[in-house]
């Protein structure tokens, strides 16, 4: 019996689906510059997020250097982060931060629609 040892093993993560079933408006952007100190460059972005049931908005994906908060406004849509699935409805809604590493998916039987505001880089 070896007494080496073992190499560490990084978590496998579960494969998440591909993106499907999401449609994506653009309401509104604020370009930042000028508005707060050190905000050049940046977009203040207001969107309506709509996903089919079954939908699913891949991949995994982080929010380093994009902040946001999502409100749910019809539907349930879970989110999965850290090995949890957690469901959320209308009237409530989750922070994006940069600890935040997440995908989502409507398990329901009717379409979700959430609003979405996050600061990004501006185009």
């Known amino acids: 019996m070896s007494t080496e040892p073992l190499e560490p093993v990084e978590p496998v993560q579960p494969a998440v689906p591909q993106t499907?079933?999401?449609?994506?408006?653009?309401?509104?952007t604020v370009d930042l510059a000028g508005e707060i100190e050190g905000l050049d460059g940046r977009q203040l972005r207001l969107r309506l997020v709509t996903m089919e049931p079954g939908a699913v908005y891949g991949p995994l994906h982080d929010h380093v250097d994009r902040p946001g908060i999502v409100y749910i406004l019809q539907g349930t849509i879970t989110d999965h982060r850290d090995g949890t699935a957690t469901e959320y409805g209308p009237g409530v809604g989750w922070p994006e931060d940069r600890h935040t590493l997440h995908w989502l998916e409507n398990r329901g039987t009717v379409p979700a629609v959430e609003v979405s505001i996050d600061i990004v880089r501006g185009a």
């Open 20 to 28: 499907r079933g999401i449609e994506v408006q653009l309401l509104a």
